[in-house]
């Protein structure tokens, strides 16, 4: 079970990079022209600046993961009755059938999840006004770390399944698993911003990936279930 929860989230983090694209796109976009020229001209100088920004925001990741993890495992610990641990993961199966619909444009209801974020990006955002332009890999990383915090259906459904991980630690994982699975994508997208935004764009690409994560979801509840009747 431990093992799947991480390859899980590792995959959701690759199919949900569709949804990633199209949300942080701007960012990206922003964090790219706003590099030195000379370094915009040069793959390999912009990358470590890439790879910088992505490494803060899944360090942010981590962290709140780590959180949620230990307050799941303090909850079942406080519990008299053992249904609470196959609650939580019954929660974190009907997040991801959620979040598959909401990959897939058929039910924006993960929104209103999204928008209890607000209230804290908010206060977050001003920072990284303050960090333009990057000139440091230091700053790109510290950006990163703040850029972790923006409001994300994606990222609060997979809070959900740190929350059923069983500990600190295993929280932290699935959401470095997760972080992990979405790297590829925003990596690519630091170099070929347009290109990876109208693929973000296309709807069979995003009904695809929206399935195959309600696929995941459903099995997730299938494991709580079966773990449940033994």
Same mark, same amino acid.
């Given at each position: 079970?431990?093992? !799947?929860?991480?390859?899980?989230?590792?995959?959701?983090?690759?199919?949900?990079?569709?949804?990633?694209?199209? *949300?942080?796109?701007?960012?990206?976009?922003?964090?790219?022209?706003?590099?030195?020229?000379?370094?915009?001209?040069?793959?390999? %100088?912009?990358?470590?600046?890439?790879?910088?920004? @992505?490494?803060?925001?899944? !360090?942010?990741?981590?962290?709140?993961?780590?959180?949620?993890?230990?307050?799941?495992?303090?909850?079942?610990?406080?519990?008299?009755?053992?249904?609470?641990?196959?609650?939580?993961?019954?929660?974190?199966?009907?997040? *991801?059938?959620?979040?598959?619909?909401?990959?897939?444009?058929?039910?924006?209801?993960?929104?209103?999840?999204?928008?209890?974020?607000?209230?804290?990006?908010? %206060?977050?955002?001003?920072?990284?006004?303050?960090?333009?332009?990057?000139?440091?890999?230091?700053?790109?990383?510290?950006?990163?770390?703040?850029?972790?915090?923006?409001?994300?259906?994606?990222?609060?459904?997979?809070?959900?399944m740190a929350l059923s991980?069983?500990?600190?630690?295993?929280?932290?994982?699935?959401?470095?698993a997760f972080g992990l699975?979405?790297?590829? @994508?925003?990596?690519?997208?630091?170099?070929?911003?347009?290109?990876?935004? %109208?693929?973000?764009?296309?709807?069979?690409?995003?009904?695809?990936?929206?399935?195959?994560?309600?696929?995941?979801?459903?099995?997730?509840?299938?494991?709580?279930? !079966?773990?449940?009747v033994a």
């Open positions: 079970m431990t093992e !799947s929860i991480y390859l899980t989230a590792l995959i959701v983090g690759l199919l949900g990079g569709v949804h990633c694209l199209g *949300m942080c796109g701007g960012v990206v976009g922003a964090l790219t022209f706003n590099l030195k020229p000379e370094v915009q001209l040069s793959w390999w %100088r912009m990358l470590p600046y890439q790879v910088s920004y @992505n490494l803060g925001r899944i !360090s942010s990741y981590v962290l709140i993961g780590a959180l949620f993890g230990f307050l799941g495992s303090s909850l079942v610990s406080l519990a008299t009755f053992l249904p609470l641990q196959q609650t939580l993961q019954v929660v974190a199966g009907v997040f *991801m059938v959620v979040l598959g619909l909401y990959l897939g444009g058929w039910w924006n209801g993960l929104v209103v999840i999204e928008k209890s974020g607000q209230g804290i990006w908010k %206060r977050l955002a001003p920072l990284t006004q303050k960090m333009m332009p990057i000139r440091t890999i230091g700053q790109a990383w510290l950006y990163g770390m703040v850029w972790g915090w923006l409001p994300c259906g994606l990222v609060y459904s997979m809070l959900i991980a069983g500990g600190a630690l295993e929280g932290g994982l699935v959401m470095l699975g979405t790297l590829p @994508n925003l990596l690519l997208m630091g170099t070929f911003v347009f290109f990876f935004t %109208r693929l973000a764009r296309n709807n069979l690409v995003r009904k695809v990936a929206g399935g195959l994560v309600m696929v995941m979801g459903f099995g997730q509840l299938y494991l709580a279930y !079966s773990v449940q």
